[in-house]
């Protein structure tokens, strides 16, 4: 198993432009993460989803950011337009089971660079 | 609100120093604490939780209920260790963490 995957695994974009990040979780895992990973706060939960279902979306910053789970093997986090502060790092992360106490399992990461 | 505070964003100590990464929780529940680490080039991976009560790689942490603390601890420190650290909380009845900050750890030779 390849684990978690994510692409692209780089992206560098111009302030105002679309950007997809994509996430292929563990097959069989059903809860997928969406996280932001920045110098000064860390690791950010923005949103999870629980059998394809959305759950809890509190930590998406602003309306710019949307997040999507079309099925159980993908997802996708958008932001539109994007803005300099918006460049960092985003993590996918899934885990099985239904208890939070479960591992969660990380993708590789895509670092989001807006110019 | 629950919240993971790790007050040190980097700690460097000498080969075979002792290490101990700090990690405070706000939570009135019972709550499920984990230390997951970063290596570099490496993707976030589990290294231990309180629940399993074992070491890794020589690392333990001890949950202390009365603190509110899940410090992370090492007698013996390798340059290997080196890595970004991160304390989380999962509570009852959701499926989310909750991390801190991270704690950059520099084992210098």
């Known amino acids: 198993d390849a684990g978690v995957i994510q692409s692209p695994r780089h992206e560098v974009t111009e302030m105002g432009q679309e950007v997809t990040l994509r996430c292929k979780p563990i097959s069989g895992h059903n809860s997928l993460f969406w996280y932001r990973q920045t110098m000064m706060r860390g690791l950010e939960l923005l949103i999870y989803?629980?059998?394809?279902?959305?759950?809890?979306d509190s930590g998406m910053p602003e309306d710019r950011f949307s997040a999507k789970m079309p099925n159980a093997s993908f997802s996708t986090l958008k932001i539109q337009p994007s803005e300099p502060r918006d460049s960092a790092v985003y993590f996918c992360a899934s885990s099985t089971g239904t208890s939070g106490h479960n591992e969660q399992f990380f993708g590789p990461g895509t670092r989001l660079t807006v110019l | 609100a629950q919240r993971v505070t790790q007050p040190e964003k980097l700690l460097s100590v000498f080969k075979g120093a002792p290490v101990e990464l700090k990690c405070n929780y706000s939570y009135s529940g019972s709550p499920e604490l984990f230390w997951y680490v970063q290596y570099s080039r490496q993707r976030l991976q589990l290294l231990l939780r309180?629940?399993s009560r074992e070491s890794i790689k020589g690392f333990t942490a001890d949950l202390n209920k009365g603190e509110t603390s899940f410090h992370l601890k090492k007698p013996f420190a390798q340059e290997e260790d080196s890595a970004m650290y991160y304390c989380a909380l999962s509570t009852s009845g959701t499926y989310k963490y909750i991390f801190g900050t991270g704690t950059r750890l520099k084992v210098l030779a």
């Open positions: 309180h629940i």
């Open positions: 989803f629980n059998n394809n279902v959305p759950i809890d």
